[in-house]
């Protein structure tokens, strides 16, 4: 086995299971595995690419995750419209998810920006730092503070309840 090899399949190991929640999240459990699948294929494309270091190697796969994912929604926008123009009408309303302890949150957070949204699901529920998530998000760290401070604004007003 060549080095970036042994290198890719470390990295895999450790990060496969942080990358199936990501994709969990995003998708449901249904797609993920499949997204997971096209981002361990993507990576070993791109296996002389892999940084050395740990940390960056994980930022690297997460990366690659996050295009699989972008192009997956796409996929998923042109086959709905495709659906539709041949029913002749939208279907625009989605299935209410389950209710449990976190809907609320997940709903608030789905009601931001996409873009704020997503800062707020890596720095969250992916553990990244904010840094690193700027980085994944291709912004400057300064845009990527003011948007969180942001998200969090509206969080929390979404989520306060007036008691009076």
């Not at 096209?38 to 791109?46: D, G, H, L, N, Q």
């Not at 296996?47 to 994912?69: H, K, Q, S, T, Y």
């Not at 608030?108 to 690193?132: C, N, P, S, Y």
Request: charged share 30%; proline share 4%.
């Amino acid at each position: 086995m060549r080095r970036d090899d042994a290198r890719l399949t470390r990295a895999l190991t450790e990060t496969a299971p942080d990358l199936l929640g990501y994709f969990q999240r995003r998708v449901g459990p249904d797609d993920a595995p499949d997204l997971l699948g096209e981002t361990m294929v993507s990576a070993w494309k791109r296996v002389v690419d892999l940084p050395g270091e740990p940390e960056r190697a994980r930022m690297w796969l997460f990366g690659i995750a996050r295009n699989v994912l972008l192009n997956h929604r796409r996929g998923e926008r042109r086959r709905w419209a495709l659906a539709d123009r041949i029913r002749g009408y939208s279907s625009r309303a989605a299935a209410a998810p389950a209710a449990d302890d976190g809907a609320e949150v997940r709903d608030a957070i789905q009601r931001l920006d996409a873009d704020l949204g997503e800062l707020v699901r890596l720095i969250h529920w992916e553990r990244m730092t904010l840094v690193q998530a700027a980085e994944l998000l291709g912004i400057p760290g300064s845009t990527a503070r003011t948007r969180y401070a942001r998200a969090k604004e509206l969080l929390r007003a979404s989520l306060t309840v007036d008691v009076h």
